[in-house]
């Protein structure tokens, strides 16, 4: 896979984390916490919809640090290449 395919994934996941996992903790914060299709977490009854959410984040936030040592290593070789 080449940069521009990295950074298409990072965006897609980086989405993801933050939808999924930022947007329904702050709106069972702020109390608008009616489920819809768009925040999947929100279904779960009080303490499981933040720790789905956050575990969400996390598993976000360790895809994006794979997918960028991916890239790094896939940049490095293809430069080396040249």
Do not use: Q
């Not at 279904?43 to 360790?62: G, K, M, R, S």
């Amino acid at each position: 896979m080449d940069d521009a395919g990295y950074r298409l994934a990072e965006t897609l996941v980086a989405i993801i984390g933050i939808r999924e996992g930022l947007v329904p903790i702050i709106m069972k914060l702020i109390g608008r916490d009616e489920p819809s299709w768009l925040s999947l977490p929100l279904y779960l009854p009080n303490p499981w919809c933040y720790l789905v959410a956050a575990a969400v984040v996390a598993v976000a936030f360790l895809l994006l640090v794979a997918l960028d040592r991916a890239r790094t290593t896939a940049t490095a070789r293809a430069a080396g290449e040249k």
